[in-house]
């Protein structure tokens, strides 16, 4: 099943933020000025305290994934990090590669994760017959897509089980490698949707896989115990931080390593109905409410 592509919208949001920025020049208008992306030079509110938010390191860390614009963002992240009076990270995780890679105040730097909002269920019968792996979004570079389709072919898995995944790209040369890998063409599927599809997709899985090589939260992995998916992720970065123990982790580099935990546990029913009790428990410790509340609390700091 193939998706068609969603607009382009990122240069028509990034005009219309730029373009709202001078009213935040008006004197008394703002107290705070808090970035959520990278600029070179901050908005100029008069007598305003400027924070940013880091969401991960993940071009500083993993430069060789990116693109031809690396250095102009890595440019401008390094000037937020300079100015800003706070600096907002999503995770420990993000916090500890921050510190590890600027000369920062270490007390400027607070954590404030994301919350978690279950996503919209759906009474509709599951979404496709038999038993499924998920895996959702971009499949490219550090996303580690790879190395699960091959560890996804060896493990014998897709004899049985398909490998479903929601949104990202068009199918590319995965087809291919699958084909390669022996992976019958019907058990690599690709499908699309609104929230209330993909909370269907979680529900109705075997387990959610997340093979990253690198995230600075992780936002998917509360999206799946949300709805009672069973968890399978990489063991590095901000995963542990957030999925805890409602989870099974891997080494996101050996594909040995990520063939291993798929075969103990996408075969083990009791595995299954545990994780699936657990992941609820889990997300429900993230609330929005706690992320404002905190976010309050860095505001009131400066």
Not at 119 to 139: E, H, K, N, S, T
Not at 191 to 216: I, K, Q
Not at 253 to 266: D, G
């Amino acid at each position: 099943m193939q998706v068609p592509d969603l607009p382009k919208t990122r240069r028509p949001r990034m005009w219309v933020a730029r373009s709202l920025e001078p009213l935040a020049a008006w004197p008394g208008w703002a107290d705070i000025v808090h970035e959520t992306y990278y600029h070179r030079t901050r908005v100029r509110a008069a007598g305003s305290r400027t924070i940013v938010t880091i969401h991960d390191l993940a071009q500083e860390t993993l430069p060789e994934h990116f693109g031809a614009d690396l250095r102009e963002v890595l440019a401008a992240k390094a000037a937020a990090v300079r100015r800003a009076h706070a600096i907002v990270c999503v995770s420990g995780a993000t916090r500890a590669a921050l510190l590890d890679r600027f000369e920062v105040d270490p007390r400027r730097v607070h954590v404030v994760h994301h919350g978690c909002s279950p996503l919209p269920l759906d009474p509709a019968p599951r979404p496709i017959p038999g038993p499924y792996l998920l895996y959702v979004g971009q499949r490219r570079g550090y996303k580690n897509f790879d190395r699960l389709l091959q560890a996804y072919a060896s493990s014998g898995l897709h004899n049985d089980v398909a490998l479903v995944c929601f949104g990202g790209e068009r199918p590319g040369p995965e087809r291919a490698t699958a084909r390669r890998l022996g992976v019958p063409e019907a058990r690599l599927v690709h499908v699309g949707g609104d929230d209330r599809c993909l909370a269907r997709y979680y529900a109705h899985a075997r387990a959610f896989v997340y093979p990253s090589l690198l995230e600075g939260f992780g936002m998917p992995l509360l999206e799946a115990m949300s709805v009672g998916c069973p968890v399978i992720c990489s063991d590095s970065s901000a995963f542990p931080e957030v999925a805890g123990e409602a989870a099974d982790y891997f080494d996101a580099r050996s594909v040995e390593s990520i063939r291993a935990v798929l075969e103990s546990c996408v075969g083990s029913d009791a595995w299954v109905a545990r994780r699936r009790l657990d992941g609820p428990r889990r997300a429900a410790s993230f609330s929005w409410e706690r992320t404002a509340l905190e976010t309050a609390a860095v505001y009131l700091s400066c």
